[in-house]
């Protein structure tokens, strides 16, 4: 597989990996509310093979979802990985019976995560690993008051030791990303940012700056679907579907944003694609700007 610069939004760099900034979030591909196996595993190796087929180099995954399910599931289809294929995977929670998500932040327990990554994966190396830091009553808010010191220099500590190339952070603030920084570079942050939750503007040009790649999950919202009449009425005035207008806006909003939606259909999957390569004209980004203010 050769890097296709026909993706919307062309590629960026995660250090020294380049990557599509259209890239594919695999939190889909495992059972509802992201516990158990999917519905149609068939299906699933199927959307995953199109992704490779389509030209995206960058999928997002974890062990904890499933738990396993989705890296077991982009080993069946895509082992051995092509060449150029990155592979980001996140470590600091893990799945109870329940289907809870509790923290697993111990340096025992982020040793442990990284081993069930590399194992189910079935690599030598993890292409990128994002530290996920608790994320206050919705899951999503960073919370400055977590310390982060201690659970990244575990992961420098396993970089050093060649079982991750690079890392990232993951529901973090600026203050968090410098004191990450101290201990080894960062080459990404992935921190809940759409059409109407903007927090992270500051930061989304911060990282800008540093050549620093700014990845937002839940960029239609999530469990909790954008609402919002402006941009219906942008998307009706563009003909597009709400869904294409809120992820164009998204790669035009800085070059350094990379998206990740998911998706366990295939015809869904070249929906997101066609649909960031939407290109919006000045009065409608104003007026999508707007939501968010």
Same mark, same amino acid.
């Given at each position: ?5 026909e ?13 599509? $900034? ?44 499933? +738990? ?6 982009? $080993? ?5 990985? /092509? ?19 509790p ?40 919370? +400055? ?26 529901? !973090? ?18 921190? /809940? ?6 927090h992270?503007? =500051? ?28 941009l219906?009425?942008? =998307? ?5 579907? $709400? ?11 800085? +070059?350094?944003?990379?998206?990740? /939606? ?20 000045d009065?409608? !980004?104003?007026?999508?700007d707007a939501?968010?203010a």
């Amino acid at each position: 597989m050769s890097i296709t610069t026909e993706l919307p939004g062309g590629t960026y760099h995660l250090g020294d990996l380049e990557v599509t $900034r259209v890239g594919y979030g695999a939190m889909q591909l495992a059972g509802p509310h992201v516990f158990g196996p999917p519905a149609d595993r068939d299906a699933a190796v199927a959307v995953l093979r199109e992704v490779v087929a389509l030209g995206i180099n960058h999928i997002d995954t974890s062990d904890f979802y499933g +738990p396993h399910v989705t890296n077991e599931i982009l $080993r069946e289809a895509l082992a051995p990985y /092509p060449d150029d294929l990155r592979i980001v995977t996140k470590v600091g929670a893990f799945r109870d019976e329940q289907g809870g998500w509790p923290t697993a932040l111990e340096p025992h327990q982020l040793r442990q995560a990284v081993d069930d990554n590399l194992q189910r994966l079935g690599l030598d190396t993890l292409d990128v690993v994002n530290l996920r830091m608790p994320g206050g009553a919705d899951t999503m808010t960073p919370q +400055p008051q977590e310390p982060i010191e201690e659970r990244f220099g575990t992961l420098a500590e396993l970089q050093r030791q060649g079982k991750i190339r690079h890392l990232g952070l993951s529901t !973090v603030n600026a203050e968090q990303v410098a004191a990450a920084q101290a201990i080894a570079p960062v080459v990404c942050v992935q921190n /809940p940012y759409n059409l109407a939750r903007r927090h992270d503007d =500051a930061l989304v040009a911060s990282l800008a700056e540093q050549g620093i790649a700014y990845v937002p999950y839940f960029p239609l919202g999530g469990f909790s679907p954008l609402q919002s009449s402006e941009l219906d009425a942008v =998307a009706e005035r563009l003909g597009a579907s $709400r869904m294409a207008v809120a992820l164009a806006w998204l790669l035009q909003r800085s +070059p350094n944003i990379l998206l990740i /939606p998911g998706t366990s259909s295939v015809d869904h999957l070249r929906e997101n694609v066609a649909g960031a390569a939407l290109s919006l004209p000045d009065d409608a !980004v104003a007026e999508l700007d707007a939501i968010g203010a």
